[in-house]
């Protein structure tokens, strides 16, 4: 009698099976604004206040952040909506309240992506 051999097919492993798992979502993207000794306070709240819609409180903090560390964070989101703002951060216009003239150039201004 020859013996005649079989295959026993068992169902993949967890291992084995295709990852079905839903997509990470995406890193979000920080809008960081630099200081510099030109632009004033005023300015630089208004154009929070104006691109942002932030209240009055957290304009001041994040401008004396800004002046304080020379740089500070102030909008995290998707890279498409930090590039849109940070493109209305440097079109913002001239500072008319510097004493020693409208300052012209725009606000430093970059975006970058979490780690």
């Known amino acids: 009698m020859s013996k005649v051999a ?36 005023q300015y630089v709240m ?3 206040r104006k691109v942002f819609g932030y209240p009055r ?28 703002k940070r493109d209305q951060i440097k079109s913002g216009g001239k500072d008319f309240y510097a004493e020693a003239g409208p300052v012209k150039w725009p606000l430093g201004c970059y975006i970058e992506q979490m780690p």
């Not at 068992?10 to 030109?38: F, G, H, S, Y």
């Not at 740089?71 to 989101?77: D, E, L, M």
């Open 46 to 48: 208004e154009l929070l």
């Open 6 to 41: 079989t295959a026993v097919l068992e169902p993949p492993t967890q291992q084995e099976q295709p990852d079905r798992t839903k997509p990470k979502p995406a890193k979000p993207w920080v809008v960081i604004i630099l200081n510099d000794n030109e632009h004033t306070y």
């Open 57 to 84: 409180e957290k304009c001041f903090a994040l401008a004396d952040d800004i002046d304080s560390n020379g740089r500070a964070t102030v909008w995290s989101g998707s890279q498409e909506v930090a590039e849109l």
